[in-house]
């Protein structure tokens, strides 16, 4: 039998997520195989993921006609049938949470987009989540605009663990590990126990490539060495920023007290330009302390021909070379990044919106169905 480097990831300090959920995946012991075989350690999810889930199949269709039979509205139906989602998969990863001392076994469940920009909506809709799902290796996702940032110190801070998502830029990177910190202050103050809480900082990697390949390929200047490099790079940097932050006095006095790091999550790892590697955004991001959330065709690929070495503090001072190379070239990755998050907000508020517009398609049709039976 060939060595499985997914099951191999761990030695090197990293654990792989997989950023994909679906309800024919949970009931059918796909979702339990791919702990057993692959050593799976956790699972994110976000609007789009359900949108595709959810439209795209008849799994959910039951539940929809019970929730729409308790007099339920379209956006409590989609939490409903989300939550049950969540709570499978927590229950399923729940062992895997327990051996590892609370480290994985997380199911992430995201927020409401609609309320990015809204600080106390985004803590008040996280505590709702966190009760109704009712897991203690539940994350909560907030997008980590200036309003999520705040919302995030102050869920720390109540003990609630959470996925900050979003994450394009060195800036922001380092503005959530900062709340992050100040968060589990806030806890310490509170008397509370902070070794309960947990924390990753989702940073998306593929989308800062298409974006800087666009520009690069139409500037005056020759850039094609840097193509494909640039968010790999990014990624690097905020890596060095992450060892450099969790080793300040102002947070090792709270590990000393118990308190865990607040791990890089590597998002956005399926590779866009066919023209690169389909396990780039693996191979080039492994290092201690991290974490890889990988959609199920990345996941394949790596399985049958990722290939293992630390390699996220290779080459930095290259990483850091290329990054300027880039700037002196006139293009602004901070501008990139920014625009990036703005889109990657409205993308997920779109697919929320989409979803509940034909979740309420998809009921009055069930319904009428359903009487056309019965008549």
């Not at 509205?73 to 949470?97: C, H, N, W």
């Not at 992450?242 to 791990?263: I, M, V, W």
Request: charged share 25%; hydrophobic share 40%.
């Amino acid at each position: 039998m060939p060595n499985n480097p997914l099951t191999e990831m761990r030695t090197y300090g990293q654990s792989i997520w997989l950023d994909y959920i679906r309800r024919d995946l949970i009931q059918s012991g796909g979702l339990q195989q791919l702990i057993d075989e692959d050593q799976i350690r956790g699972v994110t999810s976000n609007p789009t993921i359900f949108e595709k889930a959810i439209a795209g199949s008849s799994d959910y269709d039951e539940q929809l006609l019970q929730l729409s039979s308790e007099g339920k509205t379209i956006p409590e139906i989609l939490e409903g049938l989300t939550i049950r989602d969540i709570q499978m998969s927590a229950d399923i990863f729940k062992p895997v949470y327990d051996l590892s001392e609370g480290e994985d076994g997380f199911i992430s469940l995201e927020v409401s987009p609609l309320l990015a920009d809204q600080e106390e909506e985004t803590v008040q809709a996280a505590l709702d989540l966190f009760k109704r799902v009712n897991r203690p290796n539940l994350m909560i996702k907030v997008p980590a605009t200036e309003a999520g940032i705040r919302a995030h110190e102050r869920l720390i801070g109540m003990g609630i663990s959470i996925n900050m998502t979003l994450i394009f830029s060195l800036e922001t990177y380092e503005a959530v590990a900062r709340a992050y910190i100040k968060g589990l202050s806030r806890l310490n103050d509170r008397r509370q126990p902070i070794g309960e809480v947990r924390s990753v900082a989702s940073v998306f990697v593929s989308r800062v490539d298409a974006s800087a390949d666009k520009l690069m390929n139409g500037h005056d200047t020759d850039l094609s060495a840097l193509a494909g490099k640039v968010a790999v790079a990014n990624a690097k940097m905020i890596y060095q920023s992450f060892q450099t932050l969790f080793k300040d006095p102002s947070f090792l006095e709270l590990q000393n007290l118990g308190a865990h790091p607040q791990r890089p999550l590597w998002a956005s790892t399926g590779t866009k330009n066919l023209n690169y590697s389909d396990v780039l955004y693996i191979e080039e991001l492994i290092g201690p302390h991290t974490v890889n959330t990988v959609p199920p065709a990345t996941m394949d690929a790596f399985r049958d021909h990722g290939k293992l070495r630390f390699s996220l503090e290779e080459g930095v001072p290259e990483a850091k070379a290329a990054l300027k190379q880039l700037d002196t070239a006139g293009i602004d990755l901070k501008t990139i990044t920014h625009d990036l998050q703005v889109a990657g907000v409205k993308a997920f508020a779109d697919s929320y919106q989409n979803l509940l517009d034909t979740l309420s398609k998809k009921k009055e049709r069930l319904l009428a169905k359903h009487r056309m039976h019965y008549s």
